[in-house]
């Protein structure tokens, strides 16, 4: 199987290139915004998509339009780690995967995966008017969006389970008092820490928390190059981490 990189001189998009070789799959070559023919390291998403049955994108939203073209005209599978995207790199997105597999996943690590489904199973059983529910974020000083892309799907989960829509209750950036049946978000930026995340549900009389954090980066590498297996040979769609540990 050939894989591809885009974002391969990322920290993240390294990684994934290490652990491709590590599982003796076919490293293609990579995307960056700097060509390096030594390393098969090309700008044009299309030459890339040319040479790969699948490509990890773990590289900027900016670039996401014009990767979804270039792969779905290529008939490249996409696996896609990146996170904060506009209204319209997501719709990007959406229409690729009528044409190509697609998978996306805010974060590739399996606890976080389970927790996802832990977090739709107490939204669905905590009353919203007893329980407040606050998602707390933390990552590394170079992190560009906030609140990370984790901390947004696991309070889509938690609303899918409360039977809400997340951009009606979310409150992020808050001054006075919390709103009724919110749902929060805050987010740290510090040093060099991977990753944390975790959902805190308080009510009048105890606490729950669901948390998670990553010590090691590859923990997401080796979670997109199992995707990149996963995804390749499979109809066009929208899929998701949940369904490789369901599979
Ligand atoms: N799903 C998951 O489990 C995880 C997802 N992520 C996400 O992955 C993404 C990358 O994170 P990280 O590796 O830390 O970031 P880095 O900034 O280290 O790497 C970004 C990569 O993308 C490339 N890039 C940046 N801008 C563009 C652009 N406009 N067009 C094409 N390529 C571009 C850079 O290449 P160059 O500068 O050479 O052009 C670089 O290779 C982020 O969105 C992050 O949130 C991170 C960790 C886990
Ligand atoms: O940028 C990162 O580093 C990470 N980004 C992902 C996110 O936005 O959720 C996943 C992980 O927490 C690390």
């Not at 700097?34 to 939203?61: G, K, N, Y």
């Not at 719709?91 to 832990?118: R, S, Y």
């Not at 979310?170 to 001054?175: K, L, Q």
């Amino acid at each position: 199987m050939r894989i591809g990189i885009a974002g391969i001189t990322g920290r993240l998009g390294a990684l994934c290139a290490e652990e491709v070789v590590a599982s003796r799959l076919d490293l293609a070559g990579g995307l960056s915004r700097q060509a390096d023919p030594a390393r098969h390291i090309v700008t044009d998403p299309a030459i890339l998509a040319d040479r790969c049955d699948v490509v990890i994108d773990v590289s900027s939203p900016e670039a996401t339009c014009a990767h979804a073209e270039a792969f779905a005209r290529a008939g490249c599978a996409w696996v896609i780690g990146t996170t904060g995207f506009d209204a319209a790199q997501e719709a990007a997105i959406t229409q690729a995967a009528l044409t190509i597999p697609v998978l996306k996943a805010a974060n590739f690590a399996p606890g976080l995966t389970l927790l996802l489904d832990l977090a739709r199973q107490l939204g669905a059983r905590l009353p919203a008017d007893e329980y407040d529910a606050e998602i707390l974020e933390t990552h590394h000083r170079q992190k560009r969006d906030a609140p990370s892309g984790t901390a947004l799907a696991i309070g889509e989960r938690f609303a899918e389970g409360r039977n809400v829509a997340l951009a009606n209750v979310t409150e992020i950036d808050r001054s006075g008092l919390r709103g009724e049946g919110a749902i929060g978000f805050a987010s740290l930026r510090a040093g060099q820490i991977v990753g944390e995340h975790s959902l805190i549900l308080t009510s009048g009389t105890e606490q729950i928390t669901l948390s998670h954090r990553a010590f090691d980066r590859r923990v997401f590498a080796q979670g997109a190059v199992k995707a990149a297996r996963w995804l390749a040979g499979k109809p066009a769609g929208l899929y998701t981490m949940t369904e490789i540990f369901e599979a």
